[in-house]
């Protein structure tokens, strides 16, 4: 009889944390628990890689339609870091980043659309102050579990390539000192 009880909660709470994302919601980013990995080649041999952290933002997720989903999403520069003092501060600098005068990213998607169950995000990236469209291929969002406090969170990981000179970003480095092309991942948490 108590086994039966049991399954009976337990398949209720699965059900109730399933229906969470069956229709529109808003998620609101996670930033202890979100990051921006990149990597990009140096002098055609190595890559670099390094990380941005201090993401913020919303998601509004629409489980039955995808395609009016959105994202909204502000990333500290000031976070850059590759693991070197001096390249992180180059990176700072008016050569790159330039976050005295651009201190964040921005990323606003333009549209969501989602093919055989994979989500593809396209949207507009500010990056030191030139926006352009960039491509997100969306693995999640992740069925939502409760968290610390009782929250419901949930999580996706994004990946996508941008172009440097797209943003006229470190113009005065040149391929092949670095390469034109920057990949990254986006892991992100996200709660209500």
């Known amino acids: ?14 059900l ?24 990009i080649k140096h002098l055609g041999v190595s890559t670099v890689r390094g990380s941005i952290s201090g993401v913020t933002g919303n998601i509004i997720w629409d489980d039955k339609n995808p395609s009016k989903s959105s994202v909204e ?25 330039n976050v005295e005068k651009f201190p964040t990213l921005t990323f606003k998607s333009t549209s969501v659309t989602s093919t055989n169950g994979k989500l593809q995000v396209v949207g507009d990236l500010t990056l030191a102050g030139v926006t352009k469209s960039v491509t997100l291929d969306v693995d999640g ?12 969170v949930t999580g996706l990981s994004a990946t996508g390539t941008l172009k440097r000179s797209d943003f006229n970003f ?9 390469g034109d092309d920057v990949q990254f991942t986006i892991d992100a948490e996200a709660g209500k």
């Open 16 to 39: 109730t944390g399933a229906s969470a994302l069956a229709q529109s919601s808003t998620w609101t980013i996670d930033p202890n628990h979100s990051q921006i990995n990149f990597g």
């Open 170 to 178: 470190g113009s005065k480095f040149g391929v092949p000192m670095l």
């Open 1 to 14: 009889m108590n086994r039966r009880i049991f399954t009976a909660a337990l398949s209720a709470l699965l």
């Open 73 to 97: 999403a502000t990333i500290d520069a000031k976070t850059v870091t590759t693991n070197n003092e001096k390249r992180d501060g180059h990176l700072k600098s008016p050569d790159f980043f």
């Open 141 to 152: 969002p992740t069925p939502p579990q409760k968290g610390m406090g009782g929250k419901l």
